[in-house]
């Protein structure tokens, strides 16, 4: 008689306990942002632009564009929500969009603080910077591609795996931003005749604001230099002294570099911070545009494809220097070798490094010519 | 006589029960904290903590062989007299009420804060409890197919962590001994953290079935334990850079928001799901033992009844007070200077009173 009461108060305890559980949300009272963008306007005060799906068959459009100026983005919630049927979620957010105008500013990244701070937020969108007002892109929504965040979130994975753009998450923003030796890198896209498309990557300093911009190849020469190439990378390089024909580039090689080894020695000398780097590419040739024969003067269209890549390599260190920013992530190698050295100048080592002696030399080996002589 | 013997736990029970009140709650925090104190060389202070808290369990292995068959206040009451006895189980008990309550509380507090941010906490607590209750009430043996049981389902954890590797900068690791060795130092004291626990053998050593093995087991366990965190530690630190690891609060639950499925979203709400089993071993059995010490003060042989009225208390304080995380931080820090009192520099000196005692046979009452 006890036990069955000791069981009966025991059984209602855990029902009054699993109604008390508040934490649910019913998937219909639920507005998912899959895209979020920043803007400022002429005024400079915020817009937050959000896109999210329609789940509803009479609706013809496949997702709704929201803006909102807030003060702040957790406070765009609220205002979001007067404009839906649902709560507004960010759980599910899967670009970050960034206008440029935004992107000149400093301290820009303290708006995302409530991402951290509320760990119901992802911290896996990816950032993505947009050259112009993001009202051109956000009310875009061309009839034959899939919805904006979609499509970005592809591009950024698809380009990424072959290099030709960086995959940045929140997170890994956040690295970038607080790690002093290093300085962000986001992906790009542009505009071009209102079609979407990802050209490169912007560069940013140490307090997020745009640095530069990098064009495809220009990205891929940099994520060699970061030791970060998936799979094998598409070089397009000219080689002077070959005739240009017409209207088309026939003074052009295209190579196929994989097995690319990278070797960075550090040191200080004469207060200066010294770096060699070493490349060495195995490379397949892809495409030829000029009359070659590559069997018997292979030697020779090697050592031109060398020069060529390591004047690319010299451009590429030209402009991160002038910018005084380092993407490649120099810093942690000087912090690691020169510990001393870079604790004096690790607050301003975009500057430091602007000074430095950096010297590339690469060495390219035509490992294949393809199927044609 | 044997007194404790129908509840004897094997040497495998003991080193996952050991360990597992060792790893605990501050698990989460700790990769942070040693970063804070010593940069990236933290790892180093773990292996000196660890180097001293082997010292200090194998000196509590040597006092209790003094008397096998019983627990520490068994011990005390035959060499001190019985008050002496007496006067110990209170502050082991205190200490080990004091050490499931913070991690219980810090358990509440990161559900909280992950899991469930609107649920109430004393919802949450009662939910805790439950399984502590059904676990606690059975005895020794219960509690330790239970630790074994949770480190086997647990193995696979420390794979998922591989994952955010590819992101890793293991530069950030040289060079060593960046500020030299007095930041690894002055980090050691923050490690006992993650080793305190392991007094719990003054009560532990009598239920044991083969007590020939009790030195190794606890060198085996020590150094489970340091694994785990030396695991831990260095992932989060080539995963973060040093300045950043510091801004966050559980860096080790932070690292799993990186990973991505296509199939699964926000891989650390599982985790911390999954963390709770872990974690309630730091109070299950402390709750068990701190209620087998005030049953021993009684003379009682059955502790349910005091694990009722403690479990009774417990869920009634929370409807009235819940500390909050600055307050949890505090009781952390304050539960890591008495645990060095109890777990480090008790035992020596027991030791060596012990030491004096046998040698010179002042104490001639038996």
Same mark, same amino acid.
């Given at each position: /008689?006890?036990?069955?009461?000791?069981?009966?108060?025991?059984?209602?305890?855990?029902?009054?306990?699993?109604?008390?559980?508040?934490?649910?949300?019913?998937?219909?009272?639920?507005?998912?942002?899959?895209?979020?963008?920043?803007?400022?306007?002429?005024?400079?005060?915020?817009?937050?632009?959000?896109?999210?799906?329609?789940?509803?068959?009479?609706?013809?459009?496949?997702?709704?564009?929201?803006?909102?100026?807030?003060?702040?983005?957790?406070?765009?919630?609220?205002?979001?929500?007067?404009?839906?049927?649902?709560?507004?979620?960010?759980?599910?957010?899967?670009?970050?969009?960034?206008?440029?105008?935004?992107?000149?500013?400093?301290?820009?990244?303290?708006?995302?603080?409530?991402?951290?701070?509320?760990?119901? #937020?992802?911290?896996?969108?990816?950032?993505?910077?947009?050259?112009?007002?993001?009202?051109?892109?956000?009310?875009?929504?061309?009839?034959?591609?899939?919805?904006?965040?979609?499509?970005?979130?592809?591009?950024?994975?698809?380009?990424?795996?072959?290099?030709?753009?960086?995959?940045?998450?929140?997170?890994?923003?956040?690295?970038?931003?607080?790690?002093?030796?290093?300085?962000?890198?986001?992906?790009?896209?542009?505009?071009?005749?209102?079609? %979407?498309?990802? !050209?490169? !990557?912007?560069?940013?300093?140490?307090?997020?604001?745009?640095?530069?911009?990098?064009?495809?190849?220009?990205?891929?020469?940099?994520?060699?230099?970061?030791?970060?190439?998936?799979?094998?990378?598409?070089?397009?390089?000219?080689?002077?002294?070959?005739?240009?024909?017409?209207?088309?580039?026939?003074?052009?090689?295209?190579?196929?570099?994989?097995?690319?080894?990278?070797?960075?020695?550090?040191?200080?000398?004469?207060?200066?911070?010294? +770096?060699?780097?070493?490349?060495?590419?195995?490379?397949?040739?892809?495409?030829?545009?000029?009359?070659?024969?590559?069997?018997?003067?292979?030697?020779?269209?090697?050592?031109?494809?060398?020069?060529?890549?390591? *004047?690319?390599?010299?451009?590429?260190?030209?402009?991160?220097?002038?910018?005084?920013?380092?993407?490649?992530?120099?810093?942690?190698?000087?912090?690691?070798?020169?510990?001393?050295?870079?604790?004096?100048?690790?607050?301003?080592?975009?500057?430091?490094?602007?000074?430095?002696?950096?010297?590339?030399?690469?060495?390219?080996?035509?490992?294949?010519?393809? !199927?044609?002589? | 006589?044997?007194?404790?013997?129908? #509840?004897?736990?094997?040497?495998?029970?003991?080193?996952?029960?050991?360990?597992?009140?060792?790893?605990?709650?501050?698990?989460?925090?700790?990769?942070?904290?040693?970063?804070?104190?010593?940069?990236?060389?933290?790892?180093?202070?773990?292996?000196?903590?660890?180097?001293?808290?082997?010292?200090?369990?194998?000196?509590?292995?040597?006092?209790?062989?003094?008397?096998?068959?019983?627990?520490?206040?068994?011990?005390?009451?035959?060499?001190?007299?019985?008050?002496?006895?007496?006067?110990?189980? %209170?502050?082991?008990?205190?200490?080990?009420?004091?050490?499931?309550?913070?991690?219980?509380?810090?358990?509440?507090?990161?559900?909280?804060?992950?899991?469930?941010?609107?649920?109430?906490?004393?919802?949450? /607590?009662?939910?805790?409890?439950?399984?502590?209750?059904?676990?606690?009430? #059975?005895?020794?043996?219960?509690?330790?197919?239970?630790?074994?049981?949770?480190? /086997?389902?647990?193995?696979?954890?420390?794979?998922?962590?591989?994952?955010?590797?590819?992101?890793?900068?293991?530069?950030?690791?040289?060079?060593?001994?960046?500020?030299?060795?007095?930041?690894?130092?002055?980090?050691?004291?923050?490690?006992?953290?993650?080793?305190?626990?392991?007094?719990?053998?003054?009560?532990?050593?009598? +239920?044991?079935?083969?007590?020939?093995?009790?030195?190794?087991?606890?060198?085996?366990?020590?150094?489970?334990?340091?694994?785990?965190?030396?695991?831990?530690?260095?992932?989060?630190?080539?995963?973060?850079?040093?300045?950043?690891?510091?801004?966050?609060?559980?860096?080790?639950?932070?690292?799993?928001?990186?990973?991505?499925?296509?199939?699964?979203?926000?891989?650390?709400?599982?985790?911390?799901?999954?963390?709770?089993?872990?974690?309630?071993?730091?109070?299950?059995? !402390?709750?068990? *033992?701190?209620?087998?010490?005030?049953?021993?003060?009684?003379?009682?042989?059955?502790?349910?009844?005091?694990?009722?009225?403690?479990?009774?208390?417990?869920?009634?304080?929370?409807?009235?007070?819940?500390?909050?995380?600055?307050?949890?931080?505090? *009781? #952390?820090?304050?539960?890591?200077?008495?645990?060095?009192?109890?777990?480090?520099?008790?035992?020596?000196?027991?030791?060596?009173?012990?030491?004096?005692?046998?040698?010179?046979?002042?104490?001639?009452?038996?």
């Amino acid at each position: /008689m006890n036990k069955r009461l000791l069981h009966a108060i025991l059984i209602a305890t855990v029902i009054v306990i699993i109604a008390s559980c508040s934490d649910r949300l019913d998937m219909e009272d639920a507005t998912h942002a899959l895209l979020v963008g920043f803007d400022l306007d002429k005024e400079n005060e915020l817009i937050l632009y959000s896109t999210s799906p329609v789940f509803s068959k009479n609706v013809e459009k496949k997702t709704r564009e929201l803006r909102v100026k807030p003060q702040t983005n957790r406070q765009s919630r609220g205002k979001q929500d007067s404009y839906t049927e649902g709560v507004f979620q960010g759980r599910s957010i899967q670009v970050l969009l960034l206008s440029k105008r935004i992107l000149q500013q400093e301290n820009w990244f303290q708006l995302t603080d409530v991402w951290f701070r509320d760990p119901k #937020n992802p911290l896996t969108p990816r950032i993505i910077a947009f050259d112009g007002p993001l009202s051109e892109i956000i009310y875009l929504n061309p009839k034959d591609q899939p919805m904006l965040p979609i499509l970005l979130r592809e591009m950024v994975e698809t380009k990424n795996a072959r290099s030709e753009t960086v995959k940045t998450t929140l997170q890994g923003l956040h690295q970038q931003i607080r790690e002093k030796g290093v300085t962000p890198i986001i992906s790009e896209v542009r505009l071009k005749d209102k079609q %979407i498309a990802i !050209t490169g !990557t912007t560069l940013l300093d140490h307090k997020g604001k745009y640095a530069d911009s990098l064009n495809m190849q220009e990205t891929i020469l940099l994520r060699i230099l970061q030791k970060n190439t998936k799979k094998s990378v598409n070089l397009t390089i000219p080689i002077p002294g070959e005739m240009k024909i017409g209207p088309f580039h026939t003074d052009k090689v295209s190579l196929n570099a994989d097995e690319i080894k990278v070797k960075i020695k550090t040191s200080f000398l004469k207060d200066k911070f010294q +770096f060699h780097m070493h490349i060495t590419m195995r490379v397949g040739l892809s495409e030829l545009l000029f009359p070659f024969d590559v069997r018997s003067q292979g030697k020779e269209l090697e050592n031109k494809i060398t020069e060529q890549v390591q *004047m690319n390599f010299e451009n590429l260190i030209k402009k991160i220097q002038t910018d005084k920013i380092d993407p490649i992530g120099l810093g942690l190698y000087a912090q690691a070798h020169e510990y001393s050295h870079f604790k004096k100048v690790e607050d301003h080592w975009g500057e430091t490094l602007a000074n430095a002696d950096i010297h590339v030399s690469v060495k390219t080996i035509i490992g294949a010519m393809g !199927t044609v002589k | 006589m044997k007194k404790y013997a129908y #509840n004897e736990i094997t040497s495998m029970q003991y080193i996952f029960l050991n360990s597992g009140i060792q790893v605990s709650v501050f698990f989460l925090a700790m990769p942070g904290k040693l970063a804070e104190k010593a940069g990236t060389d933290g790892w180093i202070a773990l292996i000196i903590g660890w180097a001293i808290t082997v010292a200090a369990s194998l000196i509590v292995i040597q006092v209790m062989k003094k008397h096998p068959e019983g627990t520490l206040f068994d011990l005390i009451a035959r060499y001190l007299g019985k008050w002496a006895g007496r006067v110990a189980a %209170i502050f082991f008990a205190l200490y080990l009420f004091y050490y499931a309550y913070t991690g219980l509380v810090e358990a509440v507090l990161l559900t909280k804060a992950w899991l469930l941010p609107q649920t109430s906490a004393s919802t949450v /607590m009662l939910l805790l409890l439950i399984p502590t209750y059904v676990i606690a009430r #059975n005895g020794l043996r219960v509690l330790g197919r239970y630790a074994e049981l949770v480190y /086997m389902i647990s193995l696979w954890i420390p794979f998922v962590y591989l994952f955010p590797l590819k992101d890793a900068h293991w530069l950030n690791m040289v060079p060593l001994l960046k500020e030299g060795w007095k930041p690894v130092f002055s980090a050691v004291p923050t490690t006992f953290f993650s080793y305190i626990g392991f007094a719990t053998t003054f009560i532990l050593y009598p +239920f044991l079935k083969n007590k020939q093995k009790a030195s190794s087991a606890i060198l085996i366990s020590d150094t489970l334990t340091m694994l785990g965190y030396l695991f831990i530690t260095v992932i989060c630190f080539v995963y973060y850079s040093p300045d950043e690891i510091q801004k966050y609060n559980e860096p080790v639950v932070n690292i799993l928001e990186a990973i991505e499925f296509n199939f699964v979203e926000r891989m650390e709400v599982l985790f911390i799901a999954f963390f709770l089993l872990i974690f309630s071993l730091a109070w299950i059995p !402390t709750i068990y *033992m701190g209620v087998f010490c005030t049953s021993w003060l009684l003379g009682k042989q059955d502790h349910r009844n005091h694990l009722r009225i403690l479990w009774l208390i417990t869920a009634l304080s929370t409807f009235f007070f819940i500390p909050t995380f600055n307050q949890n931080d505090r *009781m #952390n820090d304050f539960l890591i200077q008495i645990g060095i009192g109890i777990e480090y520099v008790f035992p020596g000196c027991l030791l060596v009173y012990l030491w004096v005692q046998d040698r010179f046979q002042w104490g001639k009452r038996l």
